[in-house]
């Protein structure tokens, strides 16, 4: 996986398919977050990855103090099924639609 930009909400990138027993991406809707947040729950935890350009010790200071990384911790909570309550006002919100 490369990411090649970032703007403001938007990541632009490629995923390459290495192994050779898998056939295709899966094609539900979530697997683009679930790509994201392991690699950041890995980094997290201090795994390497092959190609990174950052040692363990590095990718969990950059997983840790990254501008989202609240967000992140938030975010993986719900991901691994805690369950949030939001109301119309909330939707509104997360859609950029005027209440």
Request: aromatic share 8%.
């Amino acid at each position: 996986m490369s990411l090649d930009e970032r703007d403001d909400r938007t990541l632009t990138g490629r995923v390459n398919l290495r192994h050779p027993d898998a056939a295709r991406f899966p094609s539900h809707k979530a697997f683009p977050l679930q790509l994201i947040m392991d690699a950041w729950w890995l980094m997290m935890e201090g795994h390497s990855f092959a190609q990174a350009p950052f040692t363990r010790q590095e990718g969990v200071r950059i997983a840790s103090t990254a501008t989202a990384a609240t967000e992140m911790r938030e975010l993986a909570e719900i991901y691994n099924g805690k369950r949030v309550w939001v109301d119309e006002n909330d939707i509104c919100r997360l859609i950029d639609r005027p209440q």
